[in-house]
């Protein structure tokens, strides 16, 4: 309902503006046809000599009569939606509830003023609005507001049990929700207003967006401490009421030679869900990091936030053959959490330092040379400890590692060659240099399970792109970068990365046209390790290595051609696929078992259109697509059983097809009626519990004036 009400005051606004334009003169000039005779001074007396009368239309209209132009369409129709099984999956940005629809579009462009009004309603919870208005480039603002419903899924949680063995269950699953369906609808809303200082080089810019996430998921969460049984994962249902405001101020003004940017941002989020608290059993092992007794305890908090910037841009004019500019940001992000029963965390902040400069030399037309450079300072502020009023808790103090802070600097050279007309050479380097404090906290080898990583981090990357059109319709792009590190600057990080990729297009105009494109990337890690603690000896660690390969192989082939007059046939095929062979640790086992996984992914993507246009006034078109998509997780496990277990609930393997069949019928040189049908499968063909049919008729009538 409050939503609905919301909407409805939005669309008031727009028409109280729409008509409020009307009467204040933005496009009430007449035209030239609708001037009145009576409005045309003429001699109600004529001297001897007088030459012939003119009469009024032989007059020409005013200027700005002729100098303006005003486009207006409409259109409105139903939809309906049959769904057959979990079309959440087959369609996963539309509310599957059958309803009107409807949309506008007005354009008035004027020497003075310009104004537009557009806006696109499916349903309450899927829209689109947009209003602009400018004066005579003096001033301008614009306010939108658009909303996007996301189906999100319910999960089912591991059945049959694949943790059940001669003693029992080590985990069970219980959903608290098991009948409940799950979405999200996304509002953003926009304002901006620019103002340019007459006779002064001043801009004023004013900005306030806003992002609102009103809806419901499923919150999954675990009570288990690897002491023995029982360890249980739980679902349950979860509102989202969430909220993020941002305000940005600029001012921009020339000085001299230079351009100087002021920009202050602030940006504030808030989750208006309280907590979920739910029991927990009795953790009492004096081996656990934290112990408590049996209790209500909150858990996956989502705390509210607040972030604020501000920057300073200097720039001189961007057509010259030599550009400089500079900016320096300071920022600061801070933690908002409001637990009741812990304290500590709402005295967390992030403070930036951002550092920009930037130079571009371009002596002739066929060179051009360009260096950056950035430097960014995190600086991370936690407290030491966190504390705990809830008596459940047998120690009510809980030590936090310190946060790592961060400082990286990033160079950027760039040199553009033009040695012939029909060939453009560009290389790059980019060095990235990272380095790390505090790690002293994180990497605790016999105190936890952790990547050993590096206080220091340099990055070195190469790319070379060649641009070339031989002949007329052809287009030819190649590319190769290569990067190497001395350490892996994260887990999933790379130390050697080849990548390469390639794009051709040859367009023949009104007959035929291919465009077909690759990219290959082959990125490798050997020295990042991780250390495991032994439960049954806390003194003692092993460090295990772990290796880590990548491949990326994408494909594309598009084609279209007009086989006969009016009719247009395109066809598209993908391929991706991406690979990773990587060590990993099974630290939850004793002892730690560190087994080579292999993790492979893709997706084949086909596609057919068809487009027929019959005797000019009816358009017909056809789109067929189908994705065959898999997943598989394969490992090493000492425990062959568990080792298939996990396997075995880890892949995946799904066929999505659509139809898409359109016609649109002109009735008048105006008025056009569009009949619309679509089709949409998805199959999970692993287990089934997200397969989905749907379709969708859509009737609308569409007027342009």
Not at 4 to 11: N, Y
Not at 238 to 259: A, Q, S, Y
Not at 430 to 443: A, P, V
Not at 646 to 669: D, F, M
Request: charged residues 20%; hydrophobic residues 35%; aromatic residues 10%.
């Amino acid at each position: 309902m409050k939503s609905h009400l919301k909407f409805a005051c939005r669309i008031c606004f727009a028409v109280f503006l729409l008509i409020y334009s009307g009467r204040a003169g933005w496009g009430a000039e007449l035209p030239a046809t609708e001037i009145a005779a009576d409005s045309i001074p003429v001699s109600v007396e004529e001297p001897d000599d007088a030459v012939e009368t003119v009469q009024p239309e032989e007059l020409h209209p005013p200027s700005h009569a002729k100098e303006r132009n005003v486009v207006s369409e409409a259109f409105a129709g139903y939809r309906f939606y049959s769904v057959d099984g979990n079309g959440g999956r087959a369609a996963e940005y539309e509310y599957l509830h059958s309803n009107s629809m409807a949309s506008g579009l007005l354009d008035y462009l004027g020497l003075e003023n310009k104004f537009a009004l557009e806006g696109n309603f499916l349903n309450d919870r899927d829209y689109y609005g947009d209003l602009s208005y400018d004066h005579k480039g003096l001033y301008r603002f614009q306010m939108r507001t658009e909303s996007l419903f996301h189906n999100l899924d319910h999960e089912r949680l591991f059945s049959p049990n694949p943790f059940t063995t001669a003693s029992g269950n080590l985990y069970q699953a219980i959903d608290r929700n098991p009948g409940d369906s799950y979405g999200v609808r996304v509002e953003q809303d926009l304002a901006r207003f620019r103002y340019k200082v007459p006779r002064y080089p001043l801009h004023l810019n004013l900005e306030y967006w806003r992002m609102v996430k009103e809806g419901s998921m499923q919150q999954r969460y675990a009570d288990d401490a690897f002491e023995g049984t029982p360890n249980t994962i739980f679902a349950k249902s979860r509102n989202i009421d969430r909220i993020t405001h941002e305000g940005n101020i600029v001012f921009d003004t020339h000085i001299g030679l230079v351009e100087l940017i002021d920009d202050f941002k602030i940006r504030q989020f808030g989750d208006h869900t309280p907590t979920p608290v739910d029991n927990f059993i009795a953790r009492t092992d004096p081996n656990l990091i934290i112990q408590h007794g049996a209790a209500l305890l909150p858990h996956d908090e989502t705390p509210d936030s607040r972030f604020y910037a501000h920057t300073v841009k200097l720039h001189t004019s961007l057509s010259g053959g030599i550009v400089g500019a500079a900016s320096y940001t300071f920022a600061k992000r801070e933690n908002l959490s409001s637990l009741g029963d812990i304290s500590g965390a709402d005295r967390t902040s992030d403070t930036m330092h951002n550092v920009a400069g930037d130079f571009t030399y371009t002596p002739c037309g066929f060179i051009s040379m360009a260096l950056k450079y950035r430097r960014q300072e995190v600086n991370r502020d936690a407290p030491d400890t966190l504390t705990t009023t809830n008596p459940a808790y047998s120690n009510p103090i809980f030590t936090v590692r310190p946060a790592i802070d961060t400082v990286k600097d990033t160079v950027t050279a760039t040199l553009s060659f033009l040695p012939i007309k029909l060939l453009t050479i560009k290389g790059e380097y980019k060095g990235e240099f990272l380095s790390r404090d505090n790690l002293n906290g994180w990497n605790r080898p016999g105190t936890t399970a952790s990547i050993m990583l590096a206080d220091r981090v340099d990055l070195h990357k190469g790319t070379l792109t060649l641009l070339s059109r031989p002949v007329k319709g052809l287009r030819l792009k190649a590319q190769y970068s290569y990067s190497t590190s001395d350490n892996a600057m994260y887990a999933t990080a790379f130390e050697d990365k080849h990548e390469g990729s390639l794009l051709a297009t040859y367009n023949a105009p009104g007959r035929w046209g291919v465009t077909a494109s690759s990219r290959i990337v082959r990125e490798s890690s050997d020295h990042l390790t991780i250390s495991s603690i032994d439960l049954t000896d806390p003194i003692s660690f092993t460090t295990f290595q772990q290796p880590r390969e990548r491949k990326v192989d994408n494909a594309t082939f598009g084609f279209w051609f007009v086989p006969v007059s009016d009719l247009t046939v395109s066809g598209s095929y993908g391929l991706l696929r991406n690979s990773t062979d990587q060590g990993v640790l099974f630290a939850g086992t004793q002892p730690a078992s560190n087994s080579l996984t292999d993790y492979t992914s893709q997706a084949q993507v086909y596609s057919l259109s068809v487009l027929y246009r019959f005797a000019e006034k009816l358009d017909l078109s056809l789109v067929l697509q189908q994705v065959r998509s898999f997943s598989k997780f394969a490992t090493g496990f000492a425990d062959a059983v568990l080792g298939s277990d996990i396997q075995r609930i880890s892949q995946t393997e799904t066929r999505e097809n659509s139809l898409s069949a359109r016609g649109e019928y002109q009735l008048t040189k105006n008025i056009s009626c569009l009949l619309d049908y679509s089709y949409r499968d998805y199959d999970d063909k692993t287990q089934g519990l997200l397969s989905g049919t749907l379709h969708t008729v859509s009737a609308f009538v569409r007027a342009k004036w």
